[in-house]
């Protein structure tokens, strides 16, 4: 059974930072990607970064690129989201998400339809 779980949200005053932390486990595949999704009230779904297991790419969303960084711990089956210089429009549920593959068909995207797996979320709240 595959598990995610997000911890680390919170509360935090407009240019201070946050971490998130995913724990993943239950993948099968050799290779897996792992995004974090956010959702805002009242707007949709978007997509904030994803990495790849294999080889640590990344990819990030422009509203979050040059602020925010995702990486993983393998020997913790952890992926984290360091969130700098937090803007008010960054308040959100945040969500961690999986998707497994062959390695060498990982595609590194945040495209929701691709993954399969989600936590629960976890609320970030930034004031100004």
């Known amino acids: 059974e595959v598990q995610i779980v997000e911890s680390g949200g919170g509360l935090a005053q407009a240019g201070r930072s946050l971490r998130l932390s995913c724990v993943v486990s239950g993948l099968i595949f050799d290779d897996y990607a792992i995004g974090w999704f956010r959702q805002a009230p009242g707007k949709e779904r978007e997509g904030v970064s994803c990495i790849r297991r294999s080889d640590g790419e990344t990819t990030y969303s422009d509203s979050v690129k040059g602020r925010f960084t995702t990486s993983f711990d393998n020997a913790k089956s952890t992926v984290y989201l360091q969130m700098n210089n937090l803007k008010p429009e960054d308040t959100a549920v945040y969500y961690c998400?999986?998707?497994?593959?062959?390695?060498?068909?990982?595609?590194?995207?945040?495209?929701?339809?691709?993954?399969?797996?989600w936590g629960q979320g976890t609320q970030v709240t930034v004031s100004s």
């Open positions: 998400a999986a998707y497994e593959a062959f390695s060498g068909t990982v595609v590194v995207a945040t495209t929701e339809w691709r993954f399969d797996y």
